[in-house]
């Protein structure tokens, strides 16, 4: 078996969500890569998830927060430089969780903190979380992946992942909310200066303990910078980060001076396919026009306000203004 060890030179959530699946994809038999990387402020979500439902995207986008999907399921995680990523990426006659989760318990360990790992995808101290889990296969290879709250700044977690006001119903995955904690918290050792290079440290010490075989660099194929651009592309784009969301519904509710509407939409993949429109205008067309003018629409704000242009005033520009005030 060979074993390899790569960190990540890039701070980009779509590069490294990139190199993460080009990984998997590539990988060849009889082999284990431990794959780390550090993003810049990032929110990542699982394939399966709806980014509207469990990020506050306004929230983020203004505060320069990157929004990325990875390939894997599982639920919504903050990520930021005081968090450390890790990657196990293996073939399938390779892949041991156990052994991989022992990794990350004994480097923890080592640190003289208690940790056990919880429930189906949790690392834990004294029941507070500081480590979140994800799995994926493609082919013969598997990857198990996950994040370790270092110095992570958890204000800005509770900011940015929770439910939207909006009355959302969805089949997507929803995230499973719990306590979470840095591992500073419990240790003086992890100074906010050298924390990831500590830990680093400690994994590798750990993996190579666990596994008894020697690391070395991962042979990256000629042909690797061109092919993970190329996935780097895909995971920045909109259609993967949002167009992404499975089948769901919302409500809108909104009065104005001409009076009151209630908007249904129902959405697949990042496009309103059906609307319903209530209102108790006097304008008996109303309702329909506003349907005409949404359905097919992409679930964007300048989609949906450059939408309503073909209403007549007052309502298109009132429902303009509306929309400025929705979080999408």
């Known amino acids: 078996m060979h074993i390899y060890f790569y960190l990540s030179p890039s701070n980009n959530a779509w590069r490294n969500m990139a190199q993460d699946e080009w990984l998997l994809a590539n990988l060849p ?69 156990e052994k991989q989760m022992n990794v990350i318990l004994q480097a923890v360990k080592k640190l003289g903190i208690d940790a056990q790992f919880s429930g189906r995808n949790d690392i834990t101290v004294e029941e507070k979380k500081f480590s979140g889990n994800a799995f994926c296969a493609r082919g013969d290879n598997r990857m198990h992946h996950g994040t370790l709250l270092l110095h992570s700044d958890l204000s800005r977690l509770s900011r940015y992942l929770h439910v939207s006001p909006q009355k959302i119903q969805s ?14 918290e419990w240790t003086p050792a992890l100074s906010r ?9 400690l994994l590798r010490e750990s993996l190579q303990e666990t596994y008894e075989e020697p690391l070395a660099p991962y042979p990256f194929p000629s042909s690797w910078e061109q092919e993970v651009s190329a996935l780097e592309e895909k995971h920045a784009s909109w259609e993967w980060r949002l167009g992404q969301a499975p089948r769901f519904s919302l409500e809108w509710e909104a009065r104005f001076p001409w009076g009151g509407v209630e908007i249904h939409l129902s959405l697949r993949e990042g496009y309103i396919e059906a609307v319903r429109v209530y209102s108790d205008a006097l304008d008996p067309e109303l309702p329909a026009a506003i349907e005409k003018a949404f359905r097919g629409c992409r679930y964007a704000r300048e989609s949906l306000t450059g939408s309503l242009s073909v209403l007549p005033e007052p309502y298109g520009k009132d429902l303009q203004g509306f929309l400025q005030s929705v979080n999408l």
Request: with cysteine; net charge negative; proline share 2%.
């Open 29 to 97: 038999a009889d082999t284990l890569l431990f794959y780390c990387y550090v993003n810049a402020p990032s929110v990542i979500i699982g394939k399966n998830q709806n980014a509207w439902k469990e990020c506050d995207l306004p929230a983020m986008e203004r505060d320069g927060v990157r929004l990325a999907r990875r390939v894997s399921g599982g639920g919504a995680v903050y990520h930021d430089l005081g968090n450390l990523n890790f990657s196990f990426l293996a073939a399938k006659d390779v892949y041991c969780l």
């Open 171 to 184: 089949k997507g995955i929803d995230s499973v909310r719990a306590r979470v904690c840095n591992l500073s």
């Open 193 to 201: 200066e050298d924390a990831g290079e500590t830990m680093l440290h």
